[in-house]
Structures are given as C-alpha cells and as structure tokens.
C-alpha cells in the first residue's frame, strides 16, 4: 500500500477532489456502465501498474494484439462494411442485395425466415405465418440459385447467418458456386454455425447439443481441406448480449464458446492449426461506449494467449481473433425513432475504435419492422462517414494507452477469466449448458436491468425521459402473406418436378451416415444437389438425432 | 383471496425469449401465479396450457410477425373451450395497422416495446373478469 505522500491520485483526492465535491456534488452517488460495471472518477497511471506494455498489451499485429491483429489497422484496408439482409422471397432479396452492392456495400449478410433458421419447410404446421417474415425463405438450391442471381461468388464474400441447418444451406451456397465456375479453395465468407449460442440465447436448435456439436466439427474438417478461406463458425456474442449478458457475460460465454469448438475439433483428430485460422467471432456493439471498446481489446488477448498456451497453436492465423459486430438491436427504440440513427452511429464509432474486421449497422426503423430500403441505405452511409470523415480510421488503436480503456481492458479480461473458470470446472460449455448456468446468468442480468430501467437509474432517451407524445409513424417496409403463397406454390411444383428417386436415395444415406462418424458434409452436397428441402434434410437427421427440448428459465 | 393465474407463452418459431422471461418475473414479483410454457408453442397448447392452468390472463410474446395467423386461431379456439373470458395480451413486434385487427379479434392489451412493467401488471390487474 502506498501512502497518501507517495500516491499521486490519493494526494489528489485530499487535496483538490475533496473540496471540490464539497462546494457541489457529483450527479449521482454511483456511476456504472448500461452493463451495471461501477466506474471510477478518474484513472491515472497508478491503475495501468500491473499492466505491462509489451506483455499485456503490445503493438498492432504483435502477440496479445490488444491493439489489433493488423500492424496497419485501418490504413490498409478498411473494415467490410456487411448489411445483414434478407426477407420474403428470393426474388426480393436479390433485388435488395443489388441495391445495397450498388450503394457501396463491400459484402453481403443473408438474414433467413425462421422456418428456414429451423429446418421447417414452409408447409409444416409451425410455419405458419413465419414465411419470409423475418428474413429470406430458402427451401431447397433452387431458392438459393435466385438469391444469388447475377452476383458472382467469386468477387464478393457473403456471411450466412445459419446455425441448426448451417451445413445444408452451406451446401447449397456451394453448389451455387459451383454453378457459376467459381473454385471453391478460392471463395470466401462466413456461416455463422454457432450451436452453443443458441442453447444459450437465441433458442434456435433442432438436434441435441452433441450431434450439434459433430456437424460443426465435420464442417471444420471439410472446409480446412476444400474450402480453406471459408469462416467455418462465427461465434456470436451478438445474441447472447441482446439476451440480457453483460458485456463481461458476452465477452466471457463467446469465448468459453469458442474454446469448446475447438477443443472439439481436437477431440474429433483435427489439427489445431488446421481449422482455428477459420474460425471468426462475432460481437455486439452495444451502448456504452468505452466498455465495448475494452471488451474488443481483451478479446483478442483472451483468444491469443488461450491458443498459444491453452492449445499450443503455432501458426500465427491461430492466435489471431477476427470478429465481426452489429450494433445493438436491443438498444433501438421504437419510440422517436430517428434517435437510433444516434446511437447507431456512437455504436458503429466503438467497434471501429476496437478494431472491428467487419460491421452491420442497424436501421432506424428496426424496432419496428425490417428496414425499408432508405433505412438500410442511411445505415450504411453511417459506416461510411465515419469511415471517410471521421479520421478515426487514420490511426491504429487510437485509445490504446488511456489509461482508462487499459484499466478496463484489463477488468473485462479477468472477468472473463473468471467465467472460464467456472465453466471448466462444470467439465466444459456443454455441460455447463445443460445445467442452465449460462441461461441463468444471462435472465438475472436481463432482469437486473429492466430493474434499473424501470427505477429510471438507466436511462433510454425517448422512453422512460424525455418523452414525447404522437410521434409521426414511420414508414415500414410490411410483409404480406404473399410471400407464404408464393413459396408453397413453388414447394409443391419442386416436388413434382424434381427426381424423386434421387432424393430418397440422397436422404437415406444421409440418414445412413448420421448414425455413423463419418463427415457427413459430401452426404449433405449429394442431398442438396437432388433438390432435397432444408425441412426433408433436417427431418432425416431428426429421425437419427431427436429434438432437443429446453426446460425454461426464468 | 386467489392468487391472479398468467400463462405466459411464447408461440410460433422465434425462440427470442428475453421479454417474455422478464415480464414473467415481473408478473410472479407483483404476486401473480406465473405459468410460463416455454418456446414454440401452438395455438392449441397455449388454450389447453389455460384451460389447464385455469388462467385468468393469456400473454403472449410475438416478435415475429406471425400474430396475423396465431392470434385469430388462438381466439377460435378459446372460445370453442369456452374460455372467452380469459383475458388475453401480448407483447411484441406488433405493425400499428394490425392492432385494430386483434383488438377487434378480442385482444384487450397490446405492449409494444419500451412499456413500463408497472403498466402491464396494473392493466392485468385491472381488466382481468372476476371469475366464478
């Protein structure tokens, strides 16, 4: 301990802090972070002493890569700016897609309805009004040769934000590819593929955890020998955040997520340095600015060090944690809703300033509906600005050395490194997932906030202060019945056309290998290429597998 | 007196349970009894979940878009058990030109996001028919 003489900052707090508040108080009693984290006053040098440069911290493109994996951040090549999108038909994505190319996007990011994301084909009883709602209906190849109409999969990189049925609409995306003539050791892009997540947050799950968690591992072995560019797995904190996590909760069980993949690739016989470098993240870019700058930056040191010492990875691409981030979906409001612009922007501003790879930037009107055309235009002209008229980009890591985002830094790191330990004494994610823990810790702090939201000690600007009455309505982009009617339609006459021989011989095998270890990826490319349905797909993996039930939280 | 009995269900494929978790613990904090069904739920297992649970309230958490389908189904059959008294809300993602639709269908409280928990449990606590 040091004495009050030798300690600068409790010399401070006498002499000049303490009158200070004397003659006027601070606002509140308390200050913390949206995700609860009590923040200090002030940070100087004496907090950043146990933190050591070279070790802990480090310059860009140097191991931890606290400051970024590139020695030249945003001055080589600027982030890729991806808008997530997709809803109703094919047809109508496509043309959104086009849109969005042609104002300058540099990626494309497919959003699926649910009975797509759940392996249902649109005839099933709980597709019912679900078809292309809330993202685009995919049956079968022939819906994905129409989304990708007149796009060459050679020249852009496209994210697919499929987790239960990913293997199959990867299979169709490269049998579009393959269409096309474009070489598939040369394609690039993500499938998001993260299970874990889903019995975690967002609920999305068709088999049980360990099959779930054999599909991923057999695309990790096909793509490191076929698809070698290909992202086999982005794992999202995205969800688990709008969930309720805190940022440390969503840094902590993405990154636990991500050590139980690859400690399953190694269970499966895979070299580590084989399928890591595939490996992508994803987080969310929530409200509180310098708190998301920190949880980026620990990330990267997280991910290096457990691969260097954790794994004894010893390729370089291994160590290094690429993400991509969204802002955050639950912080719109739906309420004054030209206020999102703002705070997307201040969001987009911090996962630049920690060193996104790639961003999404929501629209105004997304607590209301997808967004219109003009919606997601000015979404990404947001990502544009700050990209071109900021100036943020003109620098690497322009926070690091605050002693602030250090310190911080250094927090959301032992913090997650709490969570880890944790977790492995449950005996790993799985088994911490079939125990609840993650669910529950993720419902207290949801409900921790909507708690303090309620009190008014979080503040939502147009909600609970600063209220205002008889908003002009938004125009919102409305998704009739149509859709439904359209693919039915299509279904039926797939069915009828289709060789049908071919798809009961490719759905028995499939069925076939699933009881086996075999990688049942070539089984899925033959199913795919017959036609066969993401719903008839799934149900034979269902009738091998089962479902997975979850026993609700709350 | 008894306990007000809330079936709170989460229908159609989304698997988006966040407010439907809060607003149970919310429901359960301000007394009532909370029957919480989990995810996916059908039209026929929410009314046989209340008729079961011998549900004062229905509330329903849709975020998808599909209440234009599940809602009027669910109504048909409610009354079919002879549960028309049972009050039903929902919370959600809900387009400004369907909510004249389900009101007229019989929903007496829609909560679009940003609503205040103390405002749900007050509208809950008010409307619900004193049952025989």
Redesign the interface.
């Known amino acids: 301990m040091k004495t009050v003489a030798e300690s600068g900052k409790a010399r401070w707090q006498h002499d000049t802090l303490e009158p200070a508040l004397k003659k006027s108080p601070e606002r509140a009693a308390s200050f913390s972070t949206v995700s609860g984290r009590p923040i200090d006053r002030l940070y100087t040098a004496e907090d950043v002493e146990t933190i050591d440069y070279d070790r802990d911290v480090n310059n860009p493109g140097a191991f931890p890569y606290t400051r970024g994996i590139h020695p030249t951040g945003y001055r080589g090549k600027l982030w890729t700016m991806r808008q997530f999108a997709g809803f109703g038909t094919p047809e109508d994505t496509n043309g959104r897609y086009k849109t969005l190319l042609k104002a300058g996007g540099t990626g494309l990011s497919v959003a699926f309805d ?2 797509t ?2 392996g ?1 084909d649109p005839d099933h ?6 078809v292309g ?2 993202g685009v209906s995919i049956m079968s190849l022939a819906d994905m040769e129409t989304l990708f109409d007149g796009i060459q999969l050679a020249d852009i990189t496209t994210s697919m934000t499929i987790n239960s049925p990913a293997a199959m609409i990867f299979a169709m995306y490269l049998v579009v590819a393959e269409q096309q003539g474009a070489d598939w050791k040369t394609i690039s892009g993500t499938i998001q593929n993260d299970i874990l997540k ?1 019995f975690i947050a ?4 068709i088999f049980p955890p360990r099959p779930s968690m054999r599909l991923i591992t057999d695309i990790f072995g096909f793509c490191a020998e076929q698809v070698p560019k290909w992202n086999t797995i982005s794992v999202s904190g995205y969800h688990i955040r ?3 996590a805190t940022a440390v909760q969503e840094l902590a069980f993405t990154l636990r997520d991500g050590l139980e993949y690859v400690q399953w690739g190694v269970d499966a016989g895979l070299d580590v340095d084989a399928f890591v470098p595939q490996i992508s993240f994803f987080f969310n870019a929530h409200s509180d600015f310098f708190e998301e700058i920190a949880k980026y930056r620990a990330a990267r040191k997280i991910w290096a060090e457990a691969m260097r010492d954790r794994f004894h990875a010893r390729n370089e691409r291994s160590w290094k944690l690429r993400f991509h981030s969204q802002t955050a979906g ?1 912080s719109l ?3 004054q809703p030209y206020n999102n612009v703002v705070r997307t922007a201040l969001q987009a501003l911090s996962a630049v300033l920690g060193g996104t790879n790639s961003l999404h930037t929501n629209s105004l009107d997304e ?3 997808l967004p219109t055309a003009a919606a997601a235009t000015l979404a990404l002209r947001t990502q544009q600005i700050i990209a071109h008229e900021s100036g943020v980009a003109n620098v690497v890591d322009p926070l690091g050395g605050s002693y602030f985002v250090e310190k911080l830094t250094k927090d959301m790191e032992d913090g997650a490194l709490a969570y880890f330990r944790t977790i492995d004494a449950m005996g790993g994610m799985v088994e911490a997932i079939e125990r609840g823990f993650p669910q529950q810790e993720i ?1 207290e702090s ?2 921790r906030f ?1 708690q303090a939201f ?1 009190r008014k000690e979080k503040i ?1 600007v147009g ?2 202060a600063f209220v205002q009455q008889d908003d002009p ?1 938004l125009e ?1 982009l ?2 009739d ?1 149509s859709t439904s009617d359209t693919q039915l339609a299509k279904l039926e006459a797939l069915r009828k056309t289709r060789d049908r021989e071919r798809v009961a011989r490719s759905l028995d095998a499939l069925r076939a290998a699933a009881a086996t270890t075999q990688n049942l990826m070539p089984r899925i490319l033959d199913a795919v290429r017959a036609y066969a349905t993401v719903g008839e797909m799934c149900d034979a993996l269902r009738e091998v597998w089962g479902e997975y039930e ?5 | 007196m008894r306990k007000l009995r809330v079936v709170i269900a989460k229908p159609g494929l989304d698997g988006h349970d966040r407010g439907a978790k809060v607003i149970a613990r919310a429901l359960r904090d301000a007394g009532m009894e909370v029957i919480y069904t989990g995810l996916r739920q059908t039209p026929e297992m929410i009314a046989s979940a209340a008729l079961q649970e011998d549900a004062d309230c229905i509330g329903l958490s849709i975020l998808s878009g599909a209440h234009n389908h599940i809602v009027p189904r669910l109504m048909e059959l409610l009354r079919d058990k002879g549960l028309d008294d049972v009050l039903v809300v929902i919370g959600g993602i809900i387009p400004d030109v369907d909510i004249p639709k389900l009101k007229e269908m019989g929903v007496k409280g829609i909560f679009l996001p940003g609503t205040p928990m103390q405002e749900i449990i007050e509208f809950i606590q008010g409307n619900v028919r004193a049952r025989v």
């Open positions: 649910l009975p994301l759940m249902r009883e709980l597709s019912l009004g679900e709602k809330c889903e967002q609920k999305e799950y709008e969930a309720g639950v409001t739906a309420q607590a209301l509906a419902a949801s409900y909507q309620e939502m909600v609970n309505p919102i409305y998704i019945e979850e026993v609700p939280i709350i």
